[in-house]
């Protein structure tokens, strides 16, 4: 399927926004279900949100209506603007893959990137 490749994080205070780009390939991001995730130290990755080919969307319910998921088809990047930024959004956010058409399991999405650090400050 070839490689993905997050980019966007970084320091930033809380109540601020970003905004994370997760590149791939066509075949990738148009046709497969792209998830962004996330992994704090000692915790387990979570589910954040999914876009799939049908351009159904679906996030978790911490983001209570702060980040946007999006996916343009023009330059094969899918995007996770996120707003009104906590503390506790800290954490590695790493964008993947799945065949399926509805997935929030990590164990569902077989292609992930690398990852990409945000820190929010208070």
């Known amino acids: 399927q070839g490689s993905l490749k997050e980019s966007g994080g970084n320091l930033v205070q809380a109540g601020e926004s970003l905004r994370l780009a997760c590149a791939g390939s066509s075949t990738m991001l148009q046709y497969h279900t792209c998830g962004w995730f996330r992994q704090a130290p000692g915790r387990e990755r979570e589910f954040v949100a999914f876009i799939n080919r049908n351009d159904q969307i679906q996030y978790a319910d911490f983001v209570n209506g702060r980040f946007t998921i999006s996916r343009h088809d023009a330059n094969n990047t899918v995007y996770l603007q996120m707003d009104s930024l906590k503390p506790e959004d800290t954490a590695v956010y790493y964008c993947?893959?799945?065949?399926?058409?509805?997935?929030?399991?990590?164990?569902?999405?077989?292609?992930w990137g690398q990852g990409t650090q945000v820190t929010v400050s208070t």
């Open positions: 993947a893959t799945s065949g399926l058409n509805r997935a929030v399991t990590p164990a569902f999405y077989n292609n």
